[in-house]
T-cell receptor
Framework: KQEVTQIPAALSVPEGENLVLNCSFT??????LQWFRQDPGKGLTSLLL?????REQTSGRLNASLDKSSGRSTLYIAASQPGDSATYLC????????FGKGTKLTVNP | DTAVSQTPKYLVTQMGNDKSIKCEQN?????MYWYKQDSKKFLKIMFS???????INETVPNRFSPKSPDKAHLNLHINSLELGDSAVYFC????????????FGQGTRLTVV
Protein backbone atom coordinates (compact mmCIF):
# COMPACT_ATOMS: atom_id res chain seq x y z
CA LYS A 1 0.00 0.00 0.00
CA GLN A 2 1.43 3.36 -1.04
CA GLU A 3 2.14 5.82 1.73
CA VAL A 4 3.29 9.38 1.18
CA THR A 5 5.01 11.46 3.85
CA GLN A 6 5.79 15.15 3.72
CA ILE A 7 8.31 16.83 5.93
CA PRO A 8 8.15 19.33 7.52
CA ALA A 9 4.45 19.67 8.35
CA ALA A 10 4.90 23.42 8.66
CA LEU A 11 7.59 25.87 7.67
CA SER A 12 7.96 29.58 8.30
CA VAL A 13 10.63 31.56 6.44
CA PRO A 14 11.49 35.20 5.77
CA GLU A 15 10.82 36.61 2.33
CA GLY A 16 13.59 36.01 -0.17
CA GLU A 17 14.79 32.74 1.29
CA ASN A 18 15.26 29.66 -0.87
CA LEU A 19 13.57 26.60 0.57
CA VAL A 20 13.04 22.89 0.04
CA LEU A 21 9.96 20.83 0.74
CA ASN A 22 10.35 17.09 1.03
CA CYS A 23 8.14 14.20 -0.01
CA SER A 24 8.81 10.49 0.39
CA PHE A 25 6.83 7.48 -0.80
CA THR A 26 6.99 3.77 -0.01
CA UNK A 27 6.24 2.12 -3.37
CA UNK A 28 8.44 3.11 -6.31
CA UNK A 29 6.05 1.57 -8.88
CA UNK A 30 4.53 4.93 -9.77
CA UNK A 31 3.47 6.58 -13.02
CA UNK A 32 4.15 10.13 -11.93
CA LEU A 33 4.42 12.54 -9.02
CA GLN A 34 2.51 15.77 -8.86
CA TRP A 35 2.99 18.81 -6.62
CA PHE A 36 -0.04 20.93 -5.79
CA ARG A 37 -0.66 24.15 -3.95
CA GLN A 38 -3.77 24.67 -1.80
CA ASP A 39 -4.77 28.08 -0.51
CA PRO A 40 -7.13 28.25 2.51
CA GLY A 41 -10.70 27.43 1.51
CA LYS A 42 -9.69 26.87 -2.09
CA GLY A 43 -9.11 23.99 -4.45
CA LEU A 44 -5.84 22.43 -5.52
CA THR A 45 -3.67 24.11 -8.11
CA SER A 46 -1.31 21.85 -10.01
CA LEU A 47 2.25 23.16 -9.87
CA LEU A 48 4.44 20.51 -11.45
CA LEU A 49 4.03 17.00 -12.82
CA UNK A 50 7.04 14.70 -13.04
CA UNK A 51 6.63 11.53 -15.08
CA UNK A 52 8.24 8.42 -13.66
CA UNK A 53 10.89 8.48 -16.43
CA UNK A 54 11.88 12.06 -15.60
CA ARG A 55 14.23 13.36 -12.94
CA GLU A 56 13.02 16.92 -12.59
CA GLN A 57 10.67 19.61 -13.81
CA THR A 58 10.92 23.38 -13.58
CA SER A 59 8.37 26.16 -13.70
CA GLY A 60 9.49 29.68 -12.92
CA ARG A 61 10.89 29.77 -9.39
CA LEU A 62 9.83 26.17 -8.73
CA ASN A 63 11.91 23.09 -9.36
CA ALA A 64 10.78 19.58 -8.47
CA SER A 65 12.99 16.51 -8.53
CA LEU A 66 12.14 12.82 -8.42
CA ASP A 67 14.31 9.92 -7.31
CA LYS A 68 12.25 6.77 -7.67
CA SER A 69 14.97 4.48 -6.37
CA SER A 70 15.04 6.22 -3.01
CA GLY A 71 11.33 7.08 -3.01
CA ARG A 72 11.88 10.80 -2.68
CA SER A 73 10.87 14.06 -4.29
CA THR A 74 11.77 17.61 -3.40
CA LEU A 75 10.15 20.89 -4.32
CA TYR A 76 12.60 23.76 -4.40
CA ILE A 77 11.22 27.30 -4.21
CA ALA A 78 13.67 30.07 -5.05
CA ALA A 79 13.47 33.58 -3.67
CA SER A 80 10.28 32.95 -1.72
CA GLN A 81 7.55 35.61 -1.61
CA PRO A 82 4.61 36.20 0.77
CA GLY A 83 2.32 35.11 -2.08
CA ASP A 84 3.90 31.65 -1.89
CA SER A 85 2.25 31.12 1.49
CA ALA A 86 -0.03 28.10 1.13
CA THR A 87 -0.14 24.37 1.83
CA TYR A 88 1.93 22.34 -0.61
CA LEU A 89 0.78 18.80 -1.34
CA CYS A 90 2.72 16.01 -2.91
CA UNK A 91 0.75 13.25 -4.66
CA UNK A 92 2.05 10.03 -6.11
CA UNK A 93 0.21 8.72 -9.14
CA UNK A 94 -0.63 5.30 -10.40
CA UNK A 95 -4.28 4.45 -11.13
CA UNK A 96 -5.06 7.05 -8.49
CA UNK A 97 -3.28 9.85 -6.66
CA UNK A 98 -2.11 9.14 -3.12
CA PHE A 99 -1.51 12.34 -1.20
CA GLY A 100 0.78 13.35 1.60
CA LYS A 101 -0.60 15.47 4.43
CA GLY A 102 1.07 18.58 3.10
CA THR A 103 3.53 21.21 4.23
CA LYS A 104 2.04 24.50 5.37
CA LEU A 105 4.38 27.25 4.20
CA THR A 106 4.35 30.78 5.59
CA VAL A 107 6.59 33.37 3.98
CA ASN A 108 6.94 36.44 6.19
CA PRO A 109 7.44 39.89 4.65
CA ASP B 1 -13.58 29.17 -18.41
CA THR B 2 -13.32 26.92 -15.38
CA ALA B 3 -11.79 23.56 -16.29
CA VAL B 4 -13.33 21.48 -13.49
CA SER B 5 -16.38 22.98 -11.83
CA GLN B 6 -18.39 21.72 -8.88
CA THR B 7 -21.70 22.82 -7.49
CA PRO B 8 -22.59 23.76 -4.88
CA LYS B 9 -19.53 25.28 -3.25
CA TYR B 10 -21.09 25.08 0.20
CA LEU B 11 -23.74 22.67 1.45
CA VAL B 12 -25.23 22.66 4.95
CA THR B 13 -27.79 19.98 5.69
CA GLN B 14 -29.30 17.96 8.49
CA MET B 15 -28.48 14.42 9.42
CA GLY B 16 -30.51 11.87 7.53
CA ASN B 17 -31.00 14.01 4.44
CA ASP B 18 -29.99 13.01 0.91
CA LYS B 19 -27.87 15.42 -1.13
CA SER B 20 -26.03 15.57 -4.45
CA ILE B 21 -22.88 17.32 -5.62
CA LYS B 22 -22.37 17.92 -9.32
CA CYS B 23 -19.11 18.03 -11.24
CA GLU B 24 -18.36 18.94 -14.83
CA GLN B 25 -15.09 19.14 -16.74
CA ASN B 26 -14.58 20.88 -20.08
CA UNK B 27 -11.10 19.51 -20.71
CA UNK B 28 -12.15 16.54 -22.81
CA UNK B 29 -10.64 14.17 -20.25
CA UNK B 30 -11.59 10.51 -20.07
CA UNK B 31 -11.09 10.01 -16.33
CA MET B 32 -12.83 11.70 -13.40
CA TYR B 33 -12.44 11.29 -9.66
CA TRP B 34 -13.98 12.15 -6.32
CA TYR B 35 -11.66 12.86 -3.42
CA LYS B 36 -12.54 13.60 0.20
CA GLN B 37 -10.55 16.00 2.38
CA ASP B 38 -11.25 15.40 6.06
CA SER B 39 -11.03 17.76 9.00
CA LYS B 40 -7.30 17.10 9.26
CA LYS B 41 -6.92 18.21 5.64
CA PHE B 42 -5.98 14.72 4.46
CA LEU B 43 -7.04 14.01 0.86
CA LYS B 44 -8.11 10.51 -0.07
CA ILE B 45 -9.65 9.07 -3.19
CA MET B 46 -13.22 7.83 -3.11
CA PHE B 47 -14.09 6.92 -6.70
CA SER B 48 -12.59 6.94 -10.16
CA UNK B 49 -14.48 6.71 -13.45
CA UNK B 50 -12.99 6.14 -16.88
CA UNK B 51 -15.26 6.81 -19.84
CA UNK B 52 -18.32 6.52 -17.61
CA UNK B 53 -17.19 3.21 -16.10
CA UNK B 54 -16.40 2.80 -12.42
CA UNK B 55 -12.72 1.93 -12.02
CA ILE B 56 -12.00 2.58 -8.36
CA ASN B 57 -14.30 2.32 -5.37
CA GLU B 58 -12.13 2.87 -2.36
CA THR B 59 -14.23 1.10 0.30
CA VAL B 60 -16.65 3.96 0.54
CA PRO B 61 -19.98 3.31 2.35
CA ASN B 62 -22.70 2.45 -0.12
CA ARG B 63 -24.61 5.55 1.01
CA PHE B 64 -22.30 7.27 -1.48
CA SER B 65 -23.27 6.64 -5.08
CA PRO B 66 -21.42 8.26 -7.96
CA LYS B 67 -23.09 8.65 -11.33
CA SER B 68 -21.48 9.50 -14.65
CA PRO B 69 -24.09 10.35 -17.29
CA ASP B 70 -21.30 11.11 -19.76
CA LYS B 71 -17.54 11.39 -19.56
CA ALA B 72 -17.70 15.13 -18.87
CA HIS B 73 -19.84 14.75 -15.75
CA LEU B 74 -19.44 12.87 -12.49
CA ASN B 75 -22.01 13.50 -9.80
CA LEU B 76 -21.95 12.29 -6.22
CA HIS B 77 -25.14 11.41 -4.41
CA ILE B 78 -25.09 10.82 -0.67
CA ASN B 79 -27.98 9.15 1.15
CA SER B 80 -28.81 9.35 4.84
CA LEU B 81 -26.12 11.88 5.65
CA GLU B 82 -24.18 11.44 8.89
CA LEU B 83 -22.16 13.89 10.97
CA GLY B 84 -18.96 12.13 9.91
CA ASP B 85 -19.66 12.93 6.27
CA SER B 86 -18.78 16.56 6.94
CA ALA B 87 -15.72 17.26 4.80
CA VAL B 88 -14.63 18.98 1.63
CA TYR B 89 -15.30 16.91 -1.47
CA PHE B 90 -13.14 17.51 -4.53
CA CYS B 91 -13.82 16.47 -8.06
CA UNK B 92 -10.87 15.99 -10.40
CA UNK B 93 -10.16 14.88 -13.93
CA UNK B 94 -7.21 13.65 -15.96
CA UNK B 95 -6.75 12.92 -19.66
CA UNK B 96 -6.63 9.22 -18.95
CA UNK B 97 -5.99 6.96 -16.02
CA UNK B 98 -2.33 6.81 -15.16
CA UNK B 99 0.51 9.12 -15.99
CA UNK B 100 -1.34 12.30 -16.81
CA UNK B 101 -1.81 15.51 -14.88
CA UNK B 102 -4.85 15.75 -12.64
CA UNK B 103 -6.90 18.95 -12.40
CA PHE B 104 -9.09 19.65 -9.41
CA GLY B 105 -12.27 21.57 -8.87
CA GLN B 106 -12.71 24.19 -6.14
CA GLY B 107 -14.28 21.75 -3.73
CA THR B 108 -17.66 21.45 -2.03
CA ARG B 109 -17.65 22.02 1.72
CA LEU B 110 -20.34 19.75 3.16
CA THR B 111 -21.47 20.38 6.72
CA VAL B 112 -23.91 17.95 8.31
CA VAL B 113 -25.65 19.26 11.42
Amino acid sequence: KQEVTQIPAALSVPEGENLVLNCSFTDSAIYNLQWFRQDPGKGLTSLLLIQSSQREQTSGRLNASLDKSSGRSTLYIAASQPGDSATYLCAVGSEKLVFGKGTKLTVNP
Amino acid sequence: DTAVSQTPKYLVTQMGNDKSIKCEQNLGHDTMYWYKQDSKKFLKIMFSYNNKELIINETVPNRFSPKSPDKAHLNLHINSLELGDSAVYFCASSQRQGNTEAFFGQGTRLTVV
